[in-house]
């Protein structure tokens, strides 16, 4: 089934809003609109949650985190940014394993378990796509999921469905 992005970044800011509110960051998000995916949305917004509450929870309060959609080689990327603590080269290559933290005296002391990132790996998997994370220690991380683009088309867009978005008609000496 076809997901749109940016209904799931709107979902996600909804559940992420009353923790980032706690610690007074803002969540933003920017980037290329209208964008489709395929799979399954409630996996979509849960993957994209754990992102946002990692960058949440390892950040120091009066942050920001930027949620950034765009299309590329016919993939769609939805990365999530932090100016958060960070993650040191050899915990980079591990944290995507289940149970696996990083030190916890670096980590907020918030008792996660280490599935976050595990269950956003398998999602990804499961949609033909990817996660992958650049980071700095001690100045921040960002985590881009690559999912294959869906191309768009009239029957599954509710905006062109009606014929509304279609554009000028074909020229009929054309063909
Ligand atoms: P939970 O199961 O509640 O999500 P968790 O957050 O510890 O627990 P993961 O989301 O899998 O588990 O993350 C694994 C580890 O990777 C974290 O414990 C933390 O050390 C590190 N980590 C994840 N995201 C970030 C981030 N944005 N900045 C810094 N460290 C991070
Ligand atoms: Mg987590």
Redesign the pocket.
């Known amino acids: 089934k076809p997901v749109y992005v940016d209904q799931v970044v709107s979902e996600v800011l909804d559940r992420t809003r009353m923790g980032a509110e706690s610690q007074d960051i803002v969540v933003v998000s920017g980037g290329e609109s209208g964008l489709v995916v395929r799979g399954n949305e409630a996996q979509l917004v849960t993957a994209v949650t754990?992102l946002v509450?990692?960058?949440i929870?390892?950040?120091p309060d009066h942050t920001r985190v930027a949620i950034g959609t765009r299309q590329r080689d016919g993939l769609v990327e939805i990365s999530v940014s932090?100016q958060?603590?960070?993650?040191g080269e050899t915990?980079l290559d591990r944290?995507?394993e289940r149970f696996?933290?990083?030190?916890p005296a670096r980590?907020r002391a918030t008792g996660?378990?280490?599935?976050?990132?595990?269950i956003v790996k398998h999602i990804a998997t499961n949609h033909g796509g990817s996660v992958d994370v650049w980071?700095v220690e001690g100045s921040g991380?960002t985590?881009t999921l690559r999912l294959p683009s869906a191309a768009r088309s009239a029957a599954d867009d509710p905006a062109v469905a009606d014929g509304s978005d279609l554009g000028p008609d074909p020229d009929p000496d054309a063909a």
């Open positions: 754990n509450d990692n960058a929870n390892y950040s932090d958060g603590i960070g993650i915990d944290i995507f696996y933290r990083a030190d980590s996660g378990t280490g599935l976050g990132l595990a980071s991380s985590f």
